[in-house]
């Protein structure tokens, strides 16, 4: 009963609605300003902060100029970022004295950790000081989610404002959001792990004798370090004996938090959340799956309230809802099935497909979390996703297609269903006649152009990536798995970069110059070309004078709104996909079946 | 162009400002209270035997013979159970190399069992994500109750009782399980 799917989604659901509830008066009150009216200090931090960085706390940014600040902090992570890991083997916190990361992995990672995707090329263990996960890592972690808290704040803006210059400061948005919001949130969540065991500490990593010593075969290697072949051709094996175990040690706890908070997903360990040490209990994993939602909620129920009218939040709440029960739905139905390969083997099916998934958190919670971590932006894993089930691994791969907008990414899942939202308004003011407005601001050519240029920039990356992918040697070269499921590695990999989410099909050897110079380019410009048009549109709304509403208005809350919003994500997505779809995940679900079948 | 580059300082000066904060102060406070509060799960939840690690209760290791109790199979190279390079097997449902990879394991089982018949639970023969998974499912841990006793000379309700005891049943969310290398150390110690 406890380990059921429908009781553990159903108190999930309930505990989040009620945390991002009263976190959204607070987000509301903080990023409105009104938090540091009604408390001085708070406002005097904020004033210091601004004079140290040499500007008017009282400036009112244009959209284009708000842009501009976001992209200058921008470069200046990507180049520090980048600097720290091609310097780490010289720079001090460094108990296993990793050396320098290469350029195209350290270019690839400063990317893919600025736009909060957190791809991983590389595995953490084995290539990452502490001193480059804390004060590289982390710190994006913190910064590309406050980006997108900053980004919907300007949005939301645009309705609010009346014939308005200006759509906020971006330097005192990306330092509330930081401050106030993502840290405190953090320590609290850090402190809750490591009661669960999560690992806290700056120590080398130790070494336990084992119980039973272990005996295994590894390619032998010449005097010139490189593997002996025998006469023909195979790699010559050597038998070895190991009577320890490394247990890996490191700040994970702290990285952790905000990993989750941040919708980042970037892990510590290569395995991320499916490692013990990241993710060491049942209520442990609870806790992240439900830091991963809790920001993305309340920043929706915000948006009720900046706008005044707590249904405009509730209508898109619904529509999130739904698209998110009704995918759990799919993907535990589809992992509750074992590979029937295996059960002909003579392995038990009534467990499901447990092949890449840990036995503390059993089918529903794997489930649950695999759709929670594509349904928003974050790409931790607590299960290897290359070892779903074909459907149970379409499920991600079409959430993280629909532009992650299920709650989706810290801000970003806001801000892309609000795109969604002007389209849908778009559509049926074509269907009644009527000129479309959202929330009193009328949608004009220049909005639906912007619009039109979000939505369609990242299947272009998407399909795009994929296919140069699937006709070059380099690009085949990475799959791990024949058939259907290498076609899907790639798609998974572009789906992936492309939408700021970071989860992989990990048996792709992407920490190839190919991949990770092709997958940066994904990732940077599947952030910009939505944040860019979402800001222009913010400015052009703040200009608007707002409308009052008419009998004729077409009401933007209710379950007719939320019935339209929803059909024009699955419409959108679907048409979108579907072909590309079908060549991977779909006809690998038919070649398992029908050879059982035969 | 010039209200632009006017822009520089405050962008590198906020920059600098959130690095120190998140990343110099924030990990250093939750590693400050962590070890004042709870050093032995901040620090790996370690088991020592006779002043020697023998382990972690969090991280899994690799057992083969018929007195132990055997852990998931683990896909991390070169060795099995390695704590420096967690991974999963990434093999796809269709792969060939995971059905031989699944064919030798359930053979190994009715190797070092023989005569015992049904179904072999999935965990047995299915590699954990992490490579690490310190547990097994009850019922992955009865199905080898028989081998362990014979190994050991013990009468099977001892076993039995030792694997009730390591078992762990979660009071909300997750699975009942039974955690093999704490298991195996009880064993080995009597």
């Known amino acids: 009963m406890n380990s059921s799917i429908v009781f553990q989604t159903g108190l999930y659901l309930l505990i989040l609605a009620a945390l991002a509830w009263p976190l959204s008066r607070y987000l509301a009150s903080l990023l409105d300003g009104s938090l540091a009216a009604r408390h001085g200090w708070i406002g005097q931090v904020d004033r210091a902060v601004c004079r140290l960085l040499g500007t008017d706390a009282e400036e009112d940014m244009s959209w284009w100029r708000y842009a501009m600040a976001l992209l200058l902090f921008h470069v200046a992570g990507t180049v520090f970022v980048y600097a720290l890991q091609r310097l780490q083997g010289v720079l001090p916190l460094n108990p296993q004295q990793l050396g320098a990361i290469s350029p195209d992995s350290s270019f690839n990672t400063a990317i893919s950790f600025l736009t909060n995707t957190n791809w991983q090329g590389y595995a953490g263990e084995s290539t990452m000081s502490n001193l480059t996960q804390m004060l590289a890592l982390a710190v994006q972690n913190f910064v590309s989610a406050a980006t997108g808290i900053a980004v919907v704040c300007a949005l939301i803006r645009g309705f609010v404002r009346r014939k308005a210059s200006g759509v906020g400061n971006a330097w005192l948005d990306l330092h509330r959001a930081t401050t106030w919001l993502l840290l405190p949130l953090s320590i609290v969540l850090a402190l809750a792990l490591v009661s669960q065991g999560v690992i806290q500490n700056f120590k080398p990593n130790q070494t336990a004798q084992l119980t039973e010593a272990v005996v295994y075969q590894q390619p032998k290697t010449g005097a010139d370090g490189q593997p002996l072949k025998d006469a023909k051709g195979n790699p010559v094996l050597e038998t070895v004996k190991a009577s320890t175990q490394t247990l890996p040690m490191g700040p994970v706890a702290s990285q952790e938090a905000i990993k989750m908070l ?286 009052a509403v008419t009998a004729g208005t077409l009401p933007t809350h209710g379950p007719l709104f939320t019935a339209l919003l929803i059909g024009t994500v699955v419409i959108v997505g679907a048409l979108t996909y579907i072909p590309a779809l079908a060549l991977g995940p779909i006809v690998e679900h038919l070649q398992l079946f029908g050879e059982v079948a035969r | 162009m010039m209200s632009t580059l006017k822009m520089v300082r405050p962008a590198v000066t906020l920059f600098a400002l959130l690095t120190l904060v998140t990343g110099v102060v924030y990990p250093l406070v939750v590693a400050g209270v962590a070890q004042a509060v709870m050093p032995g799960k901040a620090n790996g939840s370690v088991l020592q035997h006779n002043g020697q690690i023998v382990g972690s209760s969090l991280i899994g290791q690799h057992f083969e013979g018929p007195g132990y109790f055997w852990s998931r199979p683990s896909a991390t190279g070169p060795m099995p159970n390695n704590g420096l390079a967690s991974s999963g097997s990434n093999l796809g449902p269709l792969n060939p190399a995971l059905q031989d990879a699944v064919k030798g394991r359930i053979a190994a089982l009715k190797t070092i069992q023989p005569g015992q018949y049904g179904a072999v639970p999935a965990d047995l023969v299915t590699a954990s994500a992490s490579g690490l998974d310190p547990h097994i499912s009850p019922a992955a841990a009865l199905y080898q109750v028989h081998r362990v006793a014979q190994a050991r000379g013990l009468p099977e309700e001892e076993v039995i009782a030792r694997v009730r005891r390591h078992t762990d049943t979660p009071l909300l969310f997750g699975e009942p399980v039974v955690n093999v290398l704490e298991l195996n150390l009880d064993l080995a110690a009597s």
């Open chain 1, 262 to 547: 941040g919708t980042n997903g970037g892990g510590f360990f290569n395995a991320n959340s499916a490692h013990p040490y990241e993710n060491p209990t049942p209520l442990a994993n609870f806790l992240q799956m439900l830091a991963i939602f809790l920001i993305p909620a309340a920043l929706v129920f915000m948006f009720g309230r900046w706008v005044g009218d707590w249904r405009q939040g509730a209508t898109i709440i619904a529509a999130m809802t739904l698209l998110f029960v009704a995918m759990v739905g799919v993907e535990y139905w589809a992992e509750s099935h074992a590979n029937p390969l295996l059960v002909q083997l003579g392995m038990d099916g009534h467990a499901g497909n447990l092949e890449g998934k840990e036995t503390r958190f059993g089918l529903a919670a794997s489930a649950l979390f695999t759709v929670i971590t594509t349904a928003a932006s974050c790409g931790a894993v607590n299960t290897m996703h290359d070892s779903l089930m074909p459907l149970g691994g379409l499920v991600p791969m079409w959430l993280m297609k629909l532009g992650e907008v299920v709650f989706g990414g810290v801000g970003a899942g806001l801000y892309g269903m609000l795109i969604y939202a002007i389209l849908a308004v778009f559509l049926s003011g074509l269907m009644i006649g009527r000129t479309p407005e959202y929330l009193g601001k009328k949608i004009d050519a220049f909005e639906m152009k912007m619009v039109a240029f979000a939505i369609l920039a990242t299947p272009m990356l998407v399909l795009g990536g994929t296919a140069l992918s699937v006709m070059l040697d380099v690009g085949k070269a990475g799959m791990a798995n024949p058939g259907a499921h290498g076609f899907s590695e790639v798609l998974y990999a572009f789906t992936s970069a492309a939408n700021n989410n970071g989860s992989a099909f990990a048996g792709l050897s992407a920490n190839t110059p190919y991949y990770n110079l092709m997958l940066a380019i994904a990732m940077w410009v599947g952030r910009f070309t939505v944040i860019v048009p979402v800001l222009a549109i913010a400015g052009r709304l703040a200009s608007k004078p707002r409308l």
